[in-house]
């Protein structure tokens, strides 16, 4: 699904913002989902520690690295992102990336991905596949003229991103499984931890990947759910939806797949299950921030 950019950042570079700051003068933990049109469909979200090291999850569309995430990342004074990592192999995923890479004004410590074989994305994704084959081809072109190194990810992995903040990777791509949407099935599922407060990154993964990620037995509970493929058709099933048990979810989607059948499936089975959701279309821009204790959202509708 591919139709809206969406912007989710995790903020916490040190001094105040908004005016607030913690006792002990570490900036909390921040989520903003950024409303960018409702249109277009892409992900990036990145995360800052209180001590200022960045993590970027996905870039979005191509024309998004140059017109959307570099101009935000300059306006809040970041000039270093210290991991950048693919969810899957999804030009509104990882579309950008490149362009952040050549950035002059921006250095990139490693890029994080996990990849599919070229032939296999052929067999059993064809309409996307030269896509992808494309933007993987320049990504790593761009890496090796910056000097970025890349790393596979594996499910297992677990990143120690500063403060306390942990990402554990719980879901990568397994190149021989045959399941449907195969791409969005290998997306990288990660749960961020901070303290007490977690928070659980999807991709694009579907039900079919879910039910994978369930009946190995990671704890995916967490307080927000990222919720995957933009909360469209295909993701977000009831067992997942009950073992998260996330009561506060982030939707990044246009207004028309609100009111798409399959759309409002999801919605209606999340609202169910007494999930508040936030979505970029109807709230605009949207912050979580967390102290590893307790998080409150704001939003700018």
């Not at 049109?37 to 992900?43: H, K, L, S």
């Not at 990222?226 to 982030?250: D, F, L, R």
């Not at 059948?261 to 936030?278: D, P, S």
Request: hydrophobic share 40%; charged share 25%.
């Amino acid at each position: 699904m591919r139709q809206i950019l969406v912007l989710v950042i995790l903020i916490g570079v040190g001094g105040c913002w908004r005016g607030e700051c913690r006792k002990d003068n570490l900036s909390p933990l921040r989520v903003i989902a950024i409303n960018i049109n409702e249109i277009d469909i892409g992900d990036a979200h990145l995360i800052i520690t209180p001590g200022g090291k960045t993590m970027l999850i996905d870039a979005g569309l191509g024309t998004y690295g140059t017109n959307v995430i570099l101009p935000f990342l300059r306006s809040h004074g970041i000039n270093r992102i210290d991991w950048m990592m693919a969810s899957h192999m999804h030009d509104d995923h990882f579309g950008g990336m490149a362009e952040i890479i050549m950035a002059d004004d921006i250095e990139v410590g490693k890029v994080l991905w996990s990849t599919l074989p070229n032939k296999l994305m052929e067999q059993r994704e064809s309409m996307y596949a030269q896509d992808s084959k494309k933007l993987i081809e320049g990504i790593r072109q761009a890496c090796a003229q910056q000097y970025v190194p890349i790393e596979e990810v594996a499910a297992g992995h677990e990143m120690m991103l500063g403060d306390g903040v942990v990402g554990r990777v719980y879901a990568a791509a397994e190149a021989d499984i045959n399941v449907p949407n195969y791409i969005n099935n290998n997306s990288i599922i990660m749960r961020l931890e901070y303290k007490n407060f977690s928070m659980l990154f999807t991709g694009d993964a579907g039900f079919e990947e879910e039910n994978r990620l369930l009946e190995k037995g990671f704890d995916v509970r967490s307080d927000v759910l990222k919720i995957a493929h933009h909360a469209g058709a295909g993701s977000t099933g009831e067992n997942w939806i009950s073992e998260v048990g996330a009561k506060t979810g982030i939707a990044q989607m246009p207004k028309w797949l609100s009111s798409d059948e399959r759309g409002l499936r999801v919605y209606n089975q999340l609202t169910a299950a007494g999930m508040k959701i936030y979505r970029t279309w109807e709230h605009g821009n949207i912050e979580i921030k967390s102290d590893g204790e307790g998080f409150t959202v704001i939003t700018s509708k």
